[in-house]
């Protein structure tokens, strides 16, 4: 039995490309491992605190000196660096918004990218602790930009697991989703089928 981690970013509902990514990611995963357990947590309907001063309070202080509110931080922090630890497999939908990931998104990452948690700084360099998982990411682009300059989702996201330790990462975009034409068909159906090999 594997635990799979969704994490869904889209600020949208029922028009949602990135959750209709996630729900089919969902239904093929439990076809190929029913034993999985799958945990979904959303951003954007329960935003995570954005990193503050009580947050770097709480990692950085000794129990004893932590105030209430930093304590709580902690707490908050903690909660989603333990189900990021106890996930095998972390599927991440990220709408792209202004070239980049929802802020939502990078708020969630703020609390997961912990010093001594999920890396540790070494004599040679920072070294990812997060050994063994996979990673999905599923994004939904109004435009095309796979492998240009103006992507900065998928090059930013890689370096950002890899510090953590997770290299193995499996990027699905479903792009032309603005587009007119058949863009979006086509863009979907590519999406679509990446999926239906993954799983
Ligand atoms: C605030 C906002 C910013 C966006 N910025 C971009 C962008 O920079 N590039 C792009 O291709 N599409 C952009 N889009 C379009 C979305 O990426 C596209 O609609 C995508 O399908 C959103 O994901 P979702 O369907 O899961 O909500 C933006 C959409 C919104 C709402």
Redesign the pocket.
């Known amino acids: 039995m594997s635990r799979v981690l969704i994490i869904e970013s889209?600020?949208?509902q029922q028009?949602?490309?990135?959750?209709q990514l996630t729900q089919t990611f969902i239904s093929q995963w439990k076809a190929a491992h029913p034993a999985d357990q799958i945990t979904v947590r959303d951003v954007a309907v329960n935003p995570v605190p954005h990193l503050d001063i009580n947050l770097l309070g709480g990692w950085m202080k000794p129990a004893e000196q932590r105030s209430a509110s930093e304590q709580a931080s902690l707490d908050r922090s903690n909660e989603l660096t333990e189900e990021l630890l106890a996930a095998d497999v972390l599927v991440m939908?990220a709408?792209?918004?202004?070239?980049a990931i929802p802020s939502t998104l990078k708020a969630w990452l703020d609390h997961v990218l912990r010093a001594g948690v999920t890396f540790k700084y070494t004599e040679t360099g920072p070294q990812g602790l997060l050994s063994g998982k996979r990673a999905f990411v599923l994004t939904?682009?109004?435009?095309v930009?796979a492998g240009g300059p103006a992507d900065h989702q998928e090059p930013y996201l890689r370096q950002v697991m890899g510090f953590i330790g997770i290299h193995d990462v499996t990027f699905i975009h479903?792009e032309g989703?603005?587009l007119g034409g058949d863009f979006q068909e086509k863009g979907l159906n590519l999406a679509n089928a990446r999926l239906a090999q993954v799983a």
Not at 15 to 19: I, K, L, Q, T
Not at 95 to 99: D, Q
Not at 140 to 143: F, K, L, Q, T, Y
Request: hydrophobic share 35%; net charge positive.
């Open positions: 889209s600020a949208r028009d949602s490309v990135s959750r939908a709408p792209m918004y202004n070239f939904a682009r109004g435009g930009y479903a989703m603005n």
